[in-house]
Protein backbone atom coordinates (compact mmCIF):
# COMPACT_ATOMS: atom_id res chain seq x y z
CA UNK A 1 0.00 0.00 0.00
CA UNK A 2 1.47 3.41 -0.56
CA UNK A 3 1.85 5.61 2.18
CA UNK A 4 1.57 9.08 0.93
CA UNK A 5 -0.71 11.11 -0.66
CA UNK A 6 -1.40 11.29 -3.96
CA UNK A 7 -0.07 13.69 -6.42
CA UNK A 8 -2.87 15.55 -7.33
CA UNK A 9 -1.97 19.10 -9.31
CA UNK A 10 -2.97 21.31 -6.53
CA UNK A 11 -2.41 25.17 -5.30
CA UNK A 12 -1.62 25.24 -2.03
CA UNK A 13 -4.62 27.00 -0.93
CA UNK A 14 -7.26 24.42 -3.18
CA UNK A 15 -5.58 21.59 -1.26
CA UNK A 16 -6.52 22.87 2.12
CA UNK A 17 -9.74 23.36 0.44
CA UNK A 18 -10.15 19.81 -0.49
CA UNK A 19 -8.71 18.29 2.58
CA UNK A 20 -9.18 20.64 5.24
CA UNK A 21 -8.14 20.28 8.85
CA UNK A 22 -10.65 20.60 11.37
CA UNK A 23 -9.58 22.46 14.73
CA UNK A 24 -10.64 21.25 17.97
CA UNK A 25 -13.69 22.94 18.99
CA UNK A 26 -15.28 22.27 15.33
CA UNK A 27 -14.45 18.59 15.86
CA UNK A 28 -16.17 18.69 19.37
CA UNK A 29 -18.91 20.05 17.54
CA UNK A 30 -19.11 17.07 14.93
CA UNK A 31 -18.77 14.40 17.94
CA UNK A 32 -22.27 15.40 19.03
CA UNK A 33 -23.53 14.40 16.23
CA UNK A 34 -21.50 11.08 15.62
CA UNK A 35 -20.30 8.42 17.84
CA UNK A 36 -16.63 7.85 19.13
CA UNK A 37 -14.68 4.84 18.52
CA UNK A 38 -10.79 2.66 18.67
CA UNK A 39 -9.44 2.11 15.38
CA UNK A 40 -6.64 -0.55 14.38
CA UNK A 41 -4.45 -0.80 11.17
CA UNK A 42 -6.30 -3.08 8.89
CA UNK A 43 -9.56 -2.17 9.81
CA UNK A 44 -11.89 -1.61 6.53
CA UNK A 45 -14.67 1.23 7.95
CA UNK A 46 -16.36 1.17 4.47
CA UNK A 47 -16.19 -0.70 1.90
CA UNK A 48 -16.84 0.25 -1.96
CA UNK A 49 -20.55 -0.05 -3.22
CA UNK A 50 -21.58 -0.67 0.57
CA UNK A 51 -25.25 0.81 0.60
CA UNK A 52 -25.39 3.00 4.22
CA UNK A 53 -22.40 5.32 3.63
CA UNK A 54 -20.56 7.19 6.72
CA UNK A 55 -18.56 9.94 7.64
CA UNK A 56 -15.96 9.55 9.54
CA UNK A 57 -13.68 12.23 11.15
CA UNK A 58 -9.89 11.09 12.28
CA UNK A 59 -9.11 12.59 15.71
CA UNK A 60 -5.50 10.00 15.87
CA UNK A 61 -4.08 7.61 13.41
CA UNK A 62 -4.30 7.46 9.82
CA UNK A 63 -7.04 6.85 7.26
CA UNK A 64 -6.94 6.05 3.60
CA UNK A 65 -8.89 5.94 1.00
CA UNK A 66 -8.48 3.56 -1.59
CA UNK A 67 -9.88 2.09 -5.19
CA UNK A 68 -10.15 -1.42 -5.24
CA UNK A 69 -8.94 -2.55 -8.31
CA UNK A 70 -6.40 -5.04 -8.77
CA UNK A 71 -3.65 -2.34 -8.12
CA UNK A 72 -5.64 -1.37 -4.94
CA UNK A 73 -5.55 2.58 -6.44
CA UNK A 74 -5.06 5.54 -3.63
CA UNK A 75 -7.06 8.21 -3.73
CA UNK A 76 -6.43 10.14 -0.77
CA UNK A 77 -5.21 9.85 2.86
CA UNK A 78 -6.60 11.50 5.98
CA UNK A 79 -4.67 12.53 9.08
CA UNK A 80 -5.85 13.48 12.62
CA UNK A 81 -8.25 16.80 11.91
CA UNK A 82 -9.26 15.50 8.40
CA UNK A 83 -12.32 13.98 7.22
CA UNK A 84 -13.73 11.46 4.80
CA UNK A 85 -16.43 11.71 2.44
CA UNK A 86 -17.93 13.71 -0.91
CA UNK A 87 -21.36 14.06 -2.47
CA UNK A 88 -22.58 10.94 -2.19
CA UNK A 89 -22.93 11.15 1.62
CA UNK A 90 -25.78 13.98 0.64
CA UNK A 91 -27.96 11.71 -1.75
CA UNK A 92 -26.79 8.14 0.35
CA UNK A 93 -25.71 6.89 -2.89
CA UNK A 94 -23.17 3.57 -2.99
CA UNK A 95 -19.78 5.00 -2.04
CA UNK A 96 -16.94 3.75 -5.04
CA UNK A 97 -13.95 3.76 -2.52
CA UNK A 98 -12.47 1.57 0.66
CA UNK A 99 -11.88 3.25 3.84
CA UNK A 100 -8.84 1.73 5.62
CA UNK A 101 -7.43 2.41 8.68
CA UNK A 102 -3.40 2.41 8.26
CA UNK A 103 -2.38 3.76 11.63
CA UNK A 104 -3.75 3.20 14.82
CA UNK A 105 -5.89 5.35 16.15
CA UNK A 106 -9.72 6.73 17.09
CA UNK A 107 -12.24 8.34 14.56
CA UNK A 108 -15.61 9.78 15.07
CA UNK A 109 -18.39 8.47 12.79
CA UNK A 110 -21.46 10.01 11.58
CA UNK A 111 -24.35 8.18 9.22
CA UNK A 112 -26.27 10.12 6.82
CA UNK A 113 -29.28 11.46 8.68
CA UNK A 114 -26.96 12.89 11.27
CA UNK A 115 -24.65 14.05 8.67
CA UNK A 116 -27.22 16.24 6.78
CA UNK A 117 -28.73 17.69 10.56
CA UNK A 118 -25.20 19.24 11.07
CA UNK A 119 -24.96 20.43 7.79
CA UNK A 120 -28.51 21.96 7.64
CA UNK A 121 -28.00 23.40 11.38
CA UNK A 122 -24.09 24.63 11.52
CA UNK A 123 -23.36 27.56 9.23
CA UNK A 124 -19.79 27.09 9.80
CA UNK A 125 -19.41 23.35 9.33
CA UNK A 126 -21.69 23.32 6.42
CA UNK A 127 -19.62 25.58 4.28
CA UNK A 128 -16.03 23.94 5.23
CA UNK A 129 -17.70 19.89 4.58
CA UNK A 130 -19.75 21.54 1.62
CA UNK A 131 -17.10 22.81 -0.15
CA UNK A 132 -14.76 19.92 0.26
CA UNK A 133 -17.45 17.72 -0.76
CA UNK A 134 -17.85 19.39 -3.99
CA UNK A 135 -14.16 19.89 -4.56
CA UNK A 136 -13.75 16.24 -3.85
CA UNK A 137 -16.31 15.08 -6.52
CA UNK A 138 -14.68 17.02 -9.18
CA UNK A 139 -11.49 16.07 -8.61
CA UNK A 140 -13.08 12.22 -9.03
CA UNK A 141 -15.00 13.27 -12.57
CA UNK A 142 -12.15 15.33 -13.83
CA UNK A 143 -9.43 11.84 -12.85
CA UNK A 144 -11.78 9.13 -13.94
CA UNK A 145 -11.93 8.03 -10.39
CA UNK A 146 -15.39 6.37 -10.24
CA UNK A 147 -17.21 3.06 -10.42
CA UNK A 148 -18.25 3.18 -13.87
CA UNK A 149 -15.62 1.98 -17.21
CA UNK A 150 -17.73 3.11 -20.35
CA UNK A 151 -16.66 1.02 -23.59
CA UNK A 152 -17.93 3.14 -26.63
CA UNK A 153 -17.41 4.79 -30.17
CA UNK A 154 -17.72 8.39 -31.13
CA UNK A 155 -19.42 6.74 -33.85
CA UNK A 156 -22.22 5.89 -31.79
CA UNK A 157 -24.72 7.83 -30.55
CA UNK A 158 -25.82 5.60 -27.73
CA UNK A 159 -22.09 6.36 -26.70
CA UNK A 160 -22.85 9.80 -26.89
CA UNK A 161 -26.29 9.42 -24.75
CA UNK A 162 -24.83 7.70 -21.93
CA UNK A 163 -21.40 10.45 -21.62
CA UNK A 164 -24.36 12.80 -21.17
CA UNK A 165 -26.30 11.12 -18.88
CA UNK A 166 -23.25 10.51 -16.76
CA UNK A 167 -22.13 13.62 -17.08
CA UNK A 168 -25.06 15.45 -16.27
CA UNK A 169 -25.70 13.37 -13.30
CA UNK A 170 -22.27 14.07 -12.13
CA UNK A 171 -21.02 10.73 -11.80
CA UNK A 172 -17.54 9.53 -12.30
CA UNK A 173 -16.96 7.17 -14.81
CA UNK A 174 -13.52 6.25 -17.37
CA UNK A 175 -14.16 6.05 -21.09
CA UNK A 176 -12.11 4.03 -23.46
CA UNK A 177 -12.71 4.53 -27.19
CA UNK A 178 -12.50 1.64 -29.10
CA UNK A 179 -11.04 3.75 -31.81
CA UNK A 180 -8.41 4.91 -29.93
CA UNK A 181 -7.80 3.42 -26.93
CA UNK A 182 -5.28 -0.42 -26.94
CA UNK A 183 -6.53 -3.02 -24.85
CA UNK A 184 -10.06 -2.24 -24.78
CA UNK A 185 -10.29 -6.29 -26.28
CA UNK A 186 -9.20 -7.38 -23.75
CA UNK A 187 -11.50 -5.78 -20.71
CA UNK A 188 -14.62 -7.07 -22.91
CA UNK A 189 -13.32 -10.64 -23.09
CA UNK A 190 -12.72 -10.09 -19.78
CA UNK A 191 -16.73 -9.89 -18.85
CA UNK A 192 -17.41 -12.05 -22.24
CA UNK A 193 -18.68 -9.12 -24.12
CA UNK A 194 -17.97 -8.33 -27.90
CA UNK A 195 -17.35 -5.41 -29.63
CA UNK A 196 -20.64 -5.75 -31.61
CA UNK A 197 -22.16 -4.84 -28.03
CA UNK A 198 -21.20 -1.73 -27.72
CA UNK A 199 -21.51 0.77 -26.05
CA UNK A 200 -20.57 -1.33 -22.73
CA UNK A 201 -20.91 0.06 -19.37
CA UNK A 202 -19.01 -1.64 -16.60
CA UNK A 203 -20.77 -0.96 -13.11
CA UNK A 204 -18.90 -1.56 -9.79
CA UNK A 205 -16.62 -3.73 -11.69
CA UNK A 206 -18.98 -6.96 -11.76
CA UNK A 207 -21.72 -6.01 -14.34
CA UNK A 208 -20.78 -5.65 -17.84
CA UNK A 209 -24.48 -4.03 -19.29
CA UNK A 210 -24.74 -3.92 -23.41
CA UNK A 211 -26.20 -0.61 -24.65
CA UNK A 212 -27.73 0.30 -21.68
CA UNK A 213 -30.82 2.42 -21.51
CA UNK A 214 -30.45 5.56 -18.76
CA UNK A 215 -32.99 3.64 -16.46
CA UNK A 216 -30.91 0.57 -16.40
CA UNK A 217 -27.65 2.85 -15.66
CA UNK A 218 -29.12 4.12 -12.23
CA UNK A 219 -30.43 1.04 -11.13
CA UNK A 220 -27.26 -0.90 -11.46
CA UNK A 221 -25.42 2.70 -9.29
CA UNK A 222 -27.98 1.96 -7.03
CA UNK A 223 -28.84 5.98 -7.66
CA UNK A 224 -32.59 5.59 -6.48
CA UNK A 225 -31.63 2.90 -3.28
CA UNK A 226 -32.58 5.04 -0.47
CA UNK A 227 -36.05 6.59 -1.85
CA UNK A 228 -39.20 5.30 -0.83
CA UNK A 229 -41.39 5.74 -3.59
CA UNK A 230 -44.47 4.76 -2.07
CA UNK A 231 -44.10 6.74 0.93
CA UNK A 232 -47.13 9.52 0.74
CA UNK A 233 -45.05 13.45 0.01
CA UNK A 234 -45.38 16.52 1.22
CA UNK A 235 -45.14 17.72 -2.06
CA UNK A 236 -43.99 15.66 -5.48
CA UNK A 237 -42.16 17.96 -7.80
CA UNK A 238 -42.35 16.41 -11.61
CA UNK A 239 -38.72 17.43 -13.57
CA UNK A 240 -35.47 18.83 -12.12
CA UNK A 241 -35.14 21.53 -14.11
CA UNK A 242 -34.46 25.38 -12.92
CA UNK A 243 -37.82 25.83 -11.77
CA UNK A 244 -38.41 22.12 -10.20
CA UNK A 245 -34.77 22.29 -8.34
CA UNK A 246 -35.13 25.78 -6.84
CA UNK A 247 -38.76 24.45 -5.75
CA UNK A 248 -36.85 21.72 -3.85
CA UNK A 249 -34.30 23.95 -2.19
CA UNK A 250 -37.03 25.88 -0.69
CA UNK A 251 -39.63 23.29 -0.05
CA UNK A 252 -36.94 20.97 1.49
CA UNK A 253 -35.50 23.90 3.81
CA UNK A 254 -38.62 25.16 4.89
CA UNK A 255 -39.13 21.73 6.42
CA UNK A 256 -41.71 19.79 3.84
CA UNK A 257 -41.13 16.21 2.51
CA UNK A 258 -39.81 16.54 -1.27
CA UNK A 259 -39.41 14.33 -3.88
CA UNK A 260 -38.11 14.68 -6.98
CA UNK A 261 -38.70 12.68 -10.08
CA UNK A 262 -36.41 13.37 -13.14
CA UNK A 263 -36.76 11.36 -16.09
CA UNK A 264 -33.14 11.96 -17.61
CA UNK A 265 -30.65 14.13 -15.50
CA UNK A 266 -31.40 17.55 -13.53
CA UNK A 267 -30.86 20.60 -15.11
CA UNK A 268 -33.57 20.68 -18.06
CA UNK A 269 -32.85 22.33 -21.15
CA UNK A 270 -31.11 24.87 -18.69
CA UNK A 271 -28.45 22.09 -17.94
CA UNK A 272 -27.39 21.51 -21.55
CA UNK A 273 -26.65 25.34 -22.11
CA UNK A 274 -22.94 26.45 -22.39
CA UNK A 275 -22.98 29.58 -20.72
CA UNK A 276 -25.16 31.74 -19.25
CA UNK A 277 -24.21 35.44 -18.75
CA UNK A 278 -27.11 37.03 -17.87
CA UNK A 279 -28.33 35.15 -14.77
CA UNK A 280 -27.83 37.28 -11.87
CA UNK A 281 -25.37 36.98 -9.75
CA UNK A 282 -22.79 35.48 -12.22
CA UNK A 283 -21.16 38.29 -14.03
CA UNK A 284 -18.47 36.17 -15.55
CA UNK A 285 -21.43 33.10 -16.41
CA UNK A 286 -22.29 30.18 -15.02
CA UNK A 287 -22.74 26.72 -17.42
CA UNK A 288 -26.05 25.22 -17.30
CA UNK A 289 -24.30 21.90 -15.72
CA UNK A 290 -22.71 24.06 -12.87
CA UNK A 291 -25.61 25.66 -12.31
CA UNK A 292 -27.81 22.36 -12.20
CA UNK A 293 -25.50 20.16 -9.96
CA UNK A 294 -25.15 23.18 -7.66
CA UNK A 295 -28.75 23.02 -7.33
CA UNK A 296 -29.31 19.57 -7.11
CA UNK A 297 -26.64 19.36 -4.46
CA UNK A 298 -28.09 22.46 -2.31
CA UNK A 299 -31.52 20.32 -2.77
CA UNK A 300 -30.31 16.92 -0.89
CA UNK A 301 -28.24 18.65 1.64
CA UNK A 302 -31.76 19.88 2.83
CA UNK A 303 -32.96 16.69 2.53
CA UNK A 304 -34.81 16.50 -0.66
CA UNK A 305 -34.88 13.06 -2.59
CA UNK A 306 -34.23 13.19 -6.51
CA UNK A 307 -35.33 10.18 -8.38
CA UNK A 308 -33.01 10.00 -11.56
CA UNK A 309 -34.23 8.85 -14.49
CA UNK A 310 -37.12 8.00 -13.01
CA UNK A 311 -40.46 9.16 -14.61
CA UNK A 312 -44.11 10.68 -14.21
CA UNK A 313 -46.51 8.46 -16.70
CA UNK A 314 -49.87 9.46 -14.72
CA UNK A 315 -51.00 11.32 -12.06
CA UNK A 316 -54.46 10.24 -10.88
CA UNK A 317 -56.44 13.43 -9.72
CA UNK A 318 -59.72 11.60 -9.01
CA UNK A 319 -59.18 11.90 -5.46
CA UNK A 320 -57.18 13.01 -2.72
CA UNK A 321 -54.30 11.95 -1.78
CA UNK A 322 -53.16 12.29 -5.74
CA UNK A 323 -51.00 9.63 -6.72
CA UNK A 324 -48.01 10.27 -9.02
CA UNK A 325 -47.27 7.12 -11.46
CA UNK A 326 -44.03 6.79 -11.78
CA UNK A 327 -42.53 5.36 -15.25
CA UNK A 328 -45.52 2.36 -15.58
CA UNK A 329 -44.43 1.01 -11.97
CA UNK A 330 -45.05 2.92 -8.43
CA UNK A 331 -47.67 5.18 -7.35
CA UNK A 332 -46.24 7.81 -5.49
CA UNK A 333 -49.14 9.42 -3.30
CA UNK A 334 -48.57 12.96 -2.59
CA UNK A 335 -50.43 15.81 -0.52
CA UNK A 336 -49.66 18.57 -3.71
CA UNK A 337 -47.98 18.45 -7.10
CA UNK A 338 -45.46 20.38 -8.75
CA UNK A 339 -45.12 20.38 -12.57
CA UNK A 340 -42.01 21.28 -13.95
CA UNK A 341 -41.54 18.88 -16.77
CA UNK A 342 -40.45 21.79 -19.16
CA UNK A 343 -40.70 22.12 -23.09
CA UNK A 344 -38.93 19.79 -25.64
CA UNK A 345 -36.98 21.86 -28.49
CA UNK A 346 -39.30 20.95 -32.10
CA UNK A 347 -38.04 18.06 -34.37
CA UNK A 348 -36.87 18.76 -37.84
CA UNK A 349 -39.75 18.93 -39.98
CA UNK A 350 -37.65 15.77 -42.35
CA UNK A 351 -38.26 12.26 -42.69
CA UNK A 352 -35.32 11.05 -41.77
CA UNK A 353 -35.03 12.70 -38.18
CA UNK A 354 -34.69 10.04 -36.17
CA UNK A 355 -31.87 8.14 -38.22
CA UNK A 356 -29.25 11.14 -37.35
CA UNK A 357 -30.69 11.91 -33.76
CA UNK A 358 -27.59 11.37 -32.20
CA UNK A 359 -25.43 11.06 -35.05
CA UNK A 360 -25.24 14.35 -36.44
CA UNK A 361 -28.31 16.31 -34.73
CA UNK A 362 -27.84 17.23 -31.44
CA UNK A 363 -30.59 19.05 -29.08
CA UNK A 364 -27.24 20.45 -26.54
CA UNK A 365 -23.90 21.88 -27.18
CA UNK A 366 -22.23 20.84 -24.30
CA UNK A 367 -18.36 20.26 -24.40
CA UNK A 368 -18.92 16.46 -25.02
CA UNK A 369 -20.89 17.52 -28.40
CA UNK A 370 -18.24 20.50 -29.12
CA UNK A 371 -15.21 17.78 -28.78
CA UNK A 372 -16.97 16.09 -31.84
CA UNK A 373 -17.44 18.82 -33.91
CA UNK A 374 -13.60 20.46 -33.29
CA UNK A 375 -12.90 21.96 -36.53
CA UNK A 376 -15.84 21.31 -38.61
CA UNK A 377 -18.72 23.64 -39.78
CA UNK A 378 -21.88 23.43 -38.07
CA UNK A 379 -25.53 24.62 -38.22
CA UNK A 380 -27.39 26.01 -35.13
CA UNK A 381 -31.38 25.70 -35.54
CA UNK A 382 -33.05 28.67 -33.75
CA UNK A 383 -33.53 32.50 -32.51
CA UNK A 384 -33.78 32.01 -28.87
CA UNK A 385 -31.14 32.56 -26.26
CA UNK A 386 -30.22 29.01 -26.64
CA UNK A 387 -29.73 28.39 -30.10
CA UNK A 388 -27.57 31.83 -29.73
CA UNK A 389 -25.44 30.58 -26.23
CA UNK A 390 -24.84 27.54 -28.79
CA UNK A 391 -23.95 29.03 -31.36
CA UNK A 392 -21.47 31.71 -29.43
CA UNK A 393 -19.93 28.31 -27.62
CA UNK A 394 -19.14 26.16 -30.61
CA UNK A 395 -17.75 29.04 -32.56
CA UNK A 396 -14.83 28.62 -30.43
CA UNK A 397 -14.09 24.88 -31.74
CA UNK A 398 -15.97 25.07 -35.01
CA UNK A 399 -14.47 26.41 -38.27
CA UNK A 400 -17.38 27.89 -38.98
CA UNK A 401 -21.21 28.16 -37.59
CA UNK A 402 -24.05 28.62 -39.98
CA UNK A 403 -27.23 29.84 -37.20
CA UNK A 404 -30.66 29.07 -39.23
CA UNK A 405 -33.61 30.93 -38.43
CA UNK A 406 -37.11 31.12 -40.01
CA UNK A 407 -37.91 35.14 -38.78
CA UNK A 408 -36.76 37.52 -40.53
CA UNK A 409 -33.83 38.81 -37.90
CA UNK A 410 -32.97 37.96 -34.20
CA UNK A 411 -34.09 41.18 -32.42
CA UNK A 412 -37.65 40.27 -31.18
CA UNK A 413 -36.77 36.47 -29.56
CA UNK A 414 -32.71 36.91 -28.53
CA UNK A 415 -31.01 38.92 -25.83
CA UNK A 416 -28.92 42.27 -27.15
CA UNK A 417 -25.48 40.81 -26.01
CA UNK A 418 -25.73 37.32 -27.39
CA UNK A 419 -26.82 39.16 -30.69
CA UNK A 420 -24.01 41.42 -30.22
CA UNK A 421 -21.73 38.28 -30.05
CA UNK A 422 -23.08 37.06 -32.70
CA UNK A 423 -22.52 40.24 -34.85
CA UNK A 424 -18.99 40.22 -33.92
CA UNK A 425 -18.24 36.77 -34.87
CA UNK A 426 -16.19 36.08 -37.63
CA UNK A 427 -17.29 32.69 -37.95
CA UNK A 428 -20.88 32.40 -37.28
CA UNK A 429 -22.71 33.49 -40.17
CA UNK A 430 -26.85 34.18 -39.40
CA UNK A 431 -29.12 32.83 -42.45
CA UNK A 432 -32.48 34.26 -41.74
CA UNK A 433 -35.85 32.90 -43.44
CA UNK A 434 -34.12 29.92 -43.98
CA UNK A 435 -35.40 26.09 -43.21
CA UNK A 436 -33.39 22.34 -43.03
CA UNK A 437 -35.10 21.11 -45.98
CA UNK A 438 -33.66 17.44 -45.88
CA UNK A 439 -30.73 15.72 -44.22
CA UNK A 440 -28.77 12.84 -46.19
CA UNK A 441 -25.90 10.48 -44.79
CA UNK A 442 -25.05 6.83 -44.24
CA UNK A 443 -24.81 5.78 -40.51
CA UNK A 444 -24.16 9.63 -39.59
CA UNK A 445 -25.16 12.79 -41.32
CA UNK A 446 -22.96 14.04 -44.36
CA UNK A 447 -25.28 16.55 -46.06
CA UNK A 448 -27.40 19.03 -45.08
CA UNK A 449 -30.14 20.79 -47.62
CA UNK A 450 -31.17 24.66 -46.45
CA UNK A 451 -34.32 26.29 -48.21
CA UNK A 452 -34.41 29.42 -48.61
CA UNK A 453 -38.10 30.28 -47.32
CA UNK A 454 -38.45 33.67 -49.66
CA UNK A 455 -37.33 32.15 -53.41
CA UNK A 456 -37.48 28.50 -52.46
CA UNK A 457 -34.34 27.80 -53.43
CA UNK A 458 -31.99 25.05 -51.80
CA UNK A 459 -28.34 24.87 -51.26
CA UNK A 460 -26.65 21.78 -50.18
CA UNK A 461 -23.79 21.83 -47.56
CA UNK A 462 -21.51 19.32 -46.87
CA UNK A 463 -21.87 19.59 -42.67
CA UNK A 464 -22.21 16.85 -40.24
CA UNK A 465 -23.29 18.28 -37.23
CA UNK A 466 -26.63 20.22 -36.96
CA UNK A 467 -27.69 21.61 -33.38
CA UNK A 468 -31.56 21.71 -32.97
CA UNK A 469 -32.57 24.54 -30.94
CA UNK A 470 -35.77 25.97 -31.83
CA UNK A 471 -39.21 25.99 -30.97
CA UNK A 472 -41.24 24.23 -27.57
CA UNK A 473 -43.30 21.37 -27.14
CA UNK A 474 -44.83 21.24 -23.48
CA UNK A 475 -44.17 17.74 -21.73
CA UNK A 476 -48.20 17.60 -21.04
CA UNK A 477 -49.00 14.41 -22.54
CA UNK A 478 -49.01 12.29 -19.14
CA UNK A 479 -51.34 14.84 -17.46
CA UNK A 480 -53.72 13.12 -19.64
CA UNK A 481 -56.79 16.25 -18.91
CA UNK A 482 -56.53 16.37 -15.56
CA UNK A 483 -55.70 20.02 -15.83
CA UNK A 484 -56.81 22.58 -18.14
CA UNK A 485 -54.23 23.18 -21.22
CA UNK A 486 -54.40 26.06 -23.63
CA UNK A 487 -54.26 25.27 -27.32
CA UNK A 488 -51.15 24.20 -27.57
CA UNK A 489 -50.55 21.96 -25.00
CA UNK A 490 -49.11 24.69 -22.17
CA UNK A 491 -50.82 24.57 -18.66
CA UNK A 492 -52.80 26.94 -17.81
CA UNK A 493 -52.83 28.40 -14.54
CA UNK A 494 -54.22 31.34 -12.02
CA UNK A 495 -55.92 34.24 -13.95
CA UNK A 496 -55.23 32.45 -17.01
CA UNK A 497 -58.00 30.29 -16.50
CA UNK A 498 -61.65 31.30 -17.32
CA UNK A 499 -64.62 30.70 -14.80
CA UNK A 500 -65.89 28.70 -18.22
CA UNK A 501 -63.24 26.20 -17.40
CA UNK A 502 -63.17 26.13 -13.90
CA UNK A 503 -66.61 25.37 -14.33
CA UNK A 504 -65.91 22.50 -16.93
CA UNK A 505 -63.23 21.53 -14.47
CA UNK A 506 -65.43 21.36 -11.25
CA UNK A 507 -62.88 23.50 -9.39
CA UNK A 508 -64.13 22.95 -5.66
CA UNK A 509 -63.31 25.59 -3.50
CA UNK A 510 -64.69 29.04 -3.13
CA UNK A 511 -61.42 30.66 -3.30
CA UNK A 512 -59.89 31.25 -6.97
CA UNK A 513 -56.63 29.28 -8.31
CA UNK A 514 -53.55 30.87 -6.59
CA UNK A 515 -51.24 32.11 -9.26
CA UNK A 516 -49.25 29.08 -9.82
CA UNK A 517 -52.17 26.55 -9.13
CA UNK A 518 -53.99 24.58 -11.91
CA UNK A 519 -57.48 23.83 -12.52
CA UNK A 520 -56.82 21.33 -9.67
CA UNK A 521 -56.81 22.19 -6.50
CA UNK A 522 -52.98 21.55 -4.91
CA UNK A 523 -51.29 21.37 -8.50
CA UNK A 524 -49.22 24.07 -9.36
CA UNK A 525 -47.45 24.47 -12.71
CA UNK A 526 -43.82 26.13 -13.01
CA UNK A 527 -41.70 26.96 -15.41
CA UNK A 528 -41.70 26.79 -19.28
CA UNK A 529 -44.61 24.10 -18.97
CA UNK A 530 -46.52 26.67 -17.84
CA UNK A 531 -48.99 28.90 -20.22
CA UNK A 532 -47.48 32.56 -20.47
CA UNK A 533 -44.12 31.23 -18.35
CA UNK A 534 -41.17 33.88 -19.42
CA UNK A 535 -38.92 31.98 -20.99
CA UNK A 536 -35.45 32.55 -18.70
CA UNK A 537 -33.55 30.77 -15.65
CA UNK A 538 -34.33 33.41 -13.58
CA UNK A 539 -37.78 33.56 -13.94
CA UNK A 540 -38.30 29.38 -13.75
CA UNK A 541 -36.27 30.09 -10.46
CA UNK A 542 -38.73 32.53 -9.50
CA UNK A 543 -41.36 30.65 -9.47
CA UNK A 544 -40.43 27.58 -8.26
CA UNK A 545 -39.76 29.41 -5.23
CA UNK A 546 -43.33 31.21 -5.50
CA UNK A 547 -45.04 27.97 -5.90
CA UNK A 548 -43.76 26.39 -2.80
CA UNK A 549 -45.35 29.69 -0.45
CA UNK A 550 -48.80 28.05 -1.87
CA UNK A 551 -48.29 24.58 -1.38
CA UNK A 552 -47.87 26.01 2.61
CA UNK A 553 -51.20 27.62 2.36
CA UNK A 554 -52.87 24.15 0.39
CA UNK A 555 -51.23 22.18 2.95
CA UNK A 556 -52.97 24.61 5.98
CA UNK A 557 -56.11 24.81 4.16
Known sequence: MADRIPEIPLTGSRAEEIFPKLTSTQISRICAHGRSRKVQRGDVLMEAGQQHARFFVVISGRIDVVRPTDAAELVATFGPGQFTGEINLLSGRRGFVRVLVVEDGEVVEIDRDHLLSLVQTDGELSEILMRAFILRRSELIERGVGDVVLVGSTHSSNTLRIQEFLTRNGHPYKYLDLD?????????????????????VICRNRTALKNPTNEEIASCLGFNEVIDETHLRDVVIVGAGPSGLAAAVYGASEGLDVLVLESVSPGGQAGSSSMIENYLGFPTG??????????????????????????????????????????NGPHTPTKTVIIATGAEYRKLAVD???????????????AIEAKLCGGDEVIVVGGGNSAGQAAVYLSQTARRVHMVVRAAGLSDTMSRYLIRRIEQSSNIVLRTRTEIAALDGSDHLERVSLRDRQTGNVEVLEIQHVFVMAGAVPNTVWLKGCVVLDASGFIKTGPDISSEELAAAKWPLTRAPHLLETSLPGVFAVGDVRCGNVKRVASAVGEGSIAVSFVHQVLHE
Not at 180 to 200: A, C, I, K, W
Not at 296 to 316: C, N, P, V, Y
Not at 352 to 366: C, D, H, I, M, Q
Open 180 to 200: QETGTQDLLDRFHVSVDDVPV
Open 286 to 327: ISGKKLAAAAHMQAEKFGAQIAIARGATRLSCARKPYAVQID
Open 352 to 366: NLSKFEGAGVYYGAT
